[in-house]
């Protein structure tokens, strides 16, 4: 079975300073990609950064990051130097060439 | 820029009314999703199209039926609304079904049915 699992169902951090978003996958494909998106209270759902199953480096796009763990199965978003903002909800998502699964959410506020 | 559009930001039926979904994307993508929305259960995929005239059930299609006639239109239909189908419906279109296509997504609609 595919699952992803976001255990926060609510974070704060404070303007500037980097937050931890968690995320762990369930899934038996030796290749997959994995995703974060973020959504605002306007609904949309932004990309933000794509780490590849085969990929030994960590993503990076631009404050965003991903800690790619393999071997623990977990793909934590790292946002740094954190904005009022990045206040939203945020989506860690697994494609395995069939299907998107994503996880529960985790909603991020940025305190000032 | 990938553009993704949904016919409306917010609805309002009543119980038993047939509703339309309508989604278009600009980009010739090939596949198309669309998913509802709810607090604590994330993102729940309905259907799905990965070409003209194909679909393919997602999770929960129960209560739903969805229309292909065109590369760019994905239709979601709600043939007897019923008030647990209020909800978020998001609209959803990817190039390719390789790993790293990423999925390109409308502004959703907020659904309240009475």
């Known amino acids: 079975a595919q699952k992803i699992t976001q255990t926060q169902p609510g974070m704060f951090v404070q303007e500037k300073e980097a937050v931890t978003l968690d995320c762990t996958y369930d899934t038996s494909d030796q290749s997959y990609g994995l995703f974060w998106y973020k959504q605002p209270s306007s609904g949309e759902m932004i990309f933000l950064i794509y780490?590849?199953?085969?990929?030994?480096q960590n993503a990076t796009e631009g404050r965003y990051s991903l800690n790619f763990q393999k071997a623990r199965k977990s793909a934590n978003l790292v946002i740094s130097a954190s904005q009022l903002g990045d206040s939203a909800m945020y989506f860690c998502?697994?494609?395995?060439?069939?299907?998107?699964?994503f996880g529960t959410g985790t909603s991020l506020t940025v305190i000032p | 820029d990938v553009k993704v559009t949904q016919s409306s930001r917010y609805l309002v039926k009543r119980t038993g009314e047939k509703v339309f979904l309508e989604c278009v994307q600009d980009?010739?993508?090939?596949?198309m999703f669309w998913y509802r929305q709810d607090p604590g259960l994330g993102l729940r995929l309905i259907y799905f199209?990965?070409?003209?005239?194909?679909?393919e059930k997602g999770d929960i299609p129960e209560g739903y039926s969805v229309s292909r006639e065109k590369k760019e239109r994905f239709s979601l239909i709600l043939e007897s609304a019923s008030t647990n189908q209020t909800s978020m419906y998001l609209c959803?279109?990817?190039?390719?079904?390789?790993?790293?296509?990423?999925?390109?997504f409308g502004p959703g609609t907020r659904l309240l049915v009475l």
């Open positions: 998502a697994m494609n395995t060439g069939n299907q998107f699964y």
């Open positions: 980009m010739d993508h090939e596949n």
């Open positions: 780490q590849g199953s085969y990929d030994e």
């Open positions: 959803a279109s990817s190039f390719g079904r390789t790993l790293v296509e990423t999925q390109y």
């Open positions: 199209s990965y070409d003209v005239k194909m679909k």
